[in-house]
């Protein structure tokens, strides 16, 4: 797999280094994982974000795991093929909404989507489509878009999928 290294992408009006990223890095850290996360602030088109993670990408070691949130999801989705990611973990990830292009069509890798029953944002059905076209392991947590009333659960998923990752 090369490095390990660990790329964040935050959803649409969050930032890099918002309270999920935060949890979910150090958890990467400590467990010998490189962490970055792209800020994708003032970056309004999907294109023009998804253009600034192939860009932040291109510096790094291949193969790098990518982790998105809402529209973040999407776009780690989208970059999954042309890094060539060892792994996707979405979270409420932006699929088939108003506005944005269809869902791209992933990286063969091992991937995991995180959703809550009570998102206004994504409906959740969305996440459940993809999970299932990609045979990806779904978590389904009671909770909202933002899933911060699930994160302790989160950061726990992440540990155990970048372990697998790496065994």
Request: glycine share 8%; proline share 9%.
């Amino acid at each position: 797999m090369g490095a390990k290294t660990v790329v964040f992408s935050h959803g649409k009006d969050s930032e890099p280094w918002g309270t999920k990223i935060l949890a979910l890095a150090e958890v990467a850290r400590a467990t010998g994982w490189r962490v970055e996360s792209v800020d994708y602030r003032g970056i309004e088109s999907v294109e023009g974000r998804l253009s600034k993670l192939l860009d932040a990408c291109c510096d790094l070691p291949p193969h790098p795991v990518l982790v998105g949130s809402s529209l973040g999801g999407y776009l780690a989705t989208a970059a999954s093929r042309p890094v060539q990611a060892s792994g996707l973990f979405l979270m409420a990830p932006a699929f088939d909404l108003p506005g944005l292009p269809p869902t791209p069509s992933p990286q063969p890798c091992p991937t995991v989507v995180v959703h809550g029953w009570h998102d206004d944002i994504v409906p959740v059905a969305k996440g459940l489509a993809y999970a299932e076209s990609q045979r990806a392991l779904v978590h389904l947590v009671d909770d909202d878009h933002r899933l911060h009333a699930s994160l302790p659960r989160i950061v726990g998923w992440l540990r155990d999928f970048l372990g697998e990752l790496h065994a």
